[in-house]
């Protein structure tokens, strides 16, 4: 049986040997949820921000305000690049590039969105988008190499249709009339039924 005196001294040996690690996985513990917490902050802190940001974006966009709007996005860009707000400034970009007729920068706007948003579904818009951005331009082929990859479901009507459009411009009537029809028959339906109805009469087929 170890006497008091004993107890102690071990005690005393034991904290000498053991207790700076001891100490160092509390900071490290301590300091962990601390660093979590703060990282929590900033996060939510820059969400929050870039939020505002993107606001006065699209507000500069509904307005036709460009150098606010590219003011805006290049602060996005900047500064919260790691963020899905900075895809949707290029998006803003590629709008405003389209209204002003430079279908060159616009393209360039979806290819940054395209290459970065990898399989989320905003790539996918984006990717819409510069088919029609290159339809536009006349660049028929690129058009359909842009639609040449597996969309979502939801898709599928918009494709179809955009695929007719780059065909039918081709002059390749057949193909286009099929990918009408398909989008025709998509689900969910094509945004402007009527529309895809006139174009496949413009083909000299009943719609």
């Known amino acids: 049986m170890e006497t008091e005196e004993e107890q102690v001294e071990k005690l005393k040996t034991w904290l000498k040997e053991n207790g700076i690690s001891i100490i160092l996985g509390i900071v490290i513990g301590v300091g962990g949820i601390a660093g ?3 990282w929590v902050h900033v996060q939510e802190t820059t ?21 606010e709007l590219q003011e805006q996005a290049n602060i996005l860009l900047a500064d919260y690049g790691s963020t899905e707000y900075a895809l949707l400034a290029q998006l803003a970009l590629a709008r405003m590039h389209v209204d002003n007729a430079d279908f060159e920068a616009a393209a360039a706007a979806l290819q940054q969105v395209i290459g970065s948003a990898g399989q989320q579904p905003i ?3 984006a990717r819409t988008r510069l088919a029609a951005v290159q339809l536009q331009s006349e660049q028929y082929d690129q ?3 842009t639609l040449a990859v597996e969309f979502p479901d939801q898709y599928s009507a918009l494709v179809d249709e955009l695929r007719g459009d780059a065909l039918a411009l081709q002059g390749k009537t057949a193909e286009a009339i099929d990918a009408y029809r398909k989008a025709q028959n998509g689900q969910p339906q094509p945004a402007n039924p009527e529309f895809l109805r006139q174009k496949l009469n413009d083909l000299g087929t009943s719609g």
Do not use: F, P, R, T
């Open 143 to 145: 058009a359909v190499d």
């Open 47 to 67: 969400a929050a921000e870039a939020s505002d940001h993107y606001s006065l974006m699209l507000e500069a966009l509904a307005a036709d305000a460009d150098d």
């Open 123 to 125: 790539a996918y818009l």
């Open 36 to 38: 979590y917490n703060y």
